[in-house]
């Protein structure tokens, strides 16, 4: 019988962290050199296997490089996840320490499904695609500014902001596409997915980065994971309206304007499927959320196989 693997909770603050073994030891660590050692020593003393933290903002970051490069494997976790877990036990207090050992027990409980797989250059990836999201915002935000009637001064200096946005917007797309062609795994992957008519560059960084269990998993956990998966709500009699929730959100809205223009125009195939839901009366976001989910699913065995896009193979019937 294999032996059960020891989980440790970590919450994350900006100065210090608090670390709980569920119906175990608890630490408490300073954010400086000495601190993380201590914590490394409290980690090999019991034994610790697995590292559970939650998302905070990026203070996690040198935590995660620091367990993973001492052997430890690191889990990343959604903190609304950790939250509804604490609640649905009864634990209305929050604070560092309750937080770590909330953590520690939702890794005790979930440890074997948690997690994207762990792999730097691929975290790397996501922080330069997030980084470009963040750039278009931003230049989304300018040109809604624009918008109004602005004193030409303030309209000199949109302008330049825009040029400037543009400017840095190109050069980390740039990183981004080199640092694709020069991974040879994510080569070989952006190749299959920009096979797919409809997908290119961007849609093929933010699939590498955000959904690297894609071609892992069945297609149903393949849906679940980017969040377009329909959820039952019934009870007794009642069959309620399905919806989609949880899931990637910044992939899903990345996917967004490829899949519109996927369905819409340069995929035939998925153009064909987008208006047979038009025709039976589903609304354009409903269909397009299909359309994404059954794609999503045929991306998935394309990578799981290593094949391009074949229409004749890949249909969507």
């Avoid at 490089?65 to 036990?89: I, M, N, Q, T, Y």
């Avoid at 797989?117 to 300018?142: F, H, M, S, Y």
Wanted: hydrophobic content about 45%; glycine content about 8%; proline content about 3%.
């Amino acid at each position: 019988m294999a032996q059960k693997q020891i989980v440790v909770g970590i919450d994350v603050a900006k100065e210090k962290i608090d670390a709980a073994i569920w119906l175990g030891a608890e630490g408490c660590f300073a954010n400086n050199p000495q601190g993380r050692g201590e914590l490394l020593a409290w980690l090999e003393k019991h034994g610790v296997d697995k590292a559970v933290m939650e998302a905070s903002g990026g203070y996690e970051r040198s935590w995660v490089r620091l367990l993973r490069g001492a052997g430890v494997a690191v889990a990343v976790v959604d903190p609304k996840r950790v939250r509804h877990f604490a609640k649905s036990a009864g634990q209305q207090a929050k604070t560092d320490a309750i937080d770590a050992r909330m953590i520690a027990w939702f890794g005790d409980s979930f440890s074997a499904r948690l997690g994207k797989p762990d792999d730097a250059e691929r975290e790397e990836l996501d922080q330069l695609v997030t980084a470009r999201q963040a750039i278009i915002r931003l230049k989304e935000q300018i040109d809604h500014w624009a918008e109004h009637e602005q004193p030409k001064a303030v309209q000199e200096v949109q302008q330049a902001l825009l040029k400037d946005v543009a400017r840095q917007q190109a050069k980390l797309e740039a990183v981004i596409a080199d640092k694709i062609d020069n991974t040879e795994r994510f080569a070989e992957r952006a190749e299959i997915i920009k096979s797919v008519p409809g997908l290119a560059e961007t849609a093929a960084a933010g699939l590498i980065a955000f959904l690297p269990e894609l071609g892992l998993v069945d297609r149903q956990a393949a849906s679940a994971l980017l969040g377009v998966a329909p959820f039952a709500e019934d009870s007794g009699k009642r069959r309620g309206p399905r919806h989609i929730r949880g899931g990637r959100h910044k992939l899903r809205c990345l996917l967004f304007m490829p899949i519109l223009s996927a369905a819409t125009r340069h995929n035939p195939v998925l153009k064909a499927y987008y208006q047979r839901l038009i025709a039976k009366g589903k609304l354009a976001k409903v269909a397009l959320i299909a359309c994404m989910r059954k794609l999503i699913s045929i991306l998935n065995i394309m990578l799981a196989r290593g094949e391009k896009w074949d229409p004749t193979r890949h249909t969507l019937a």
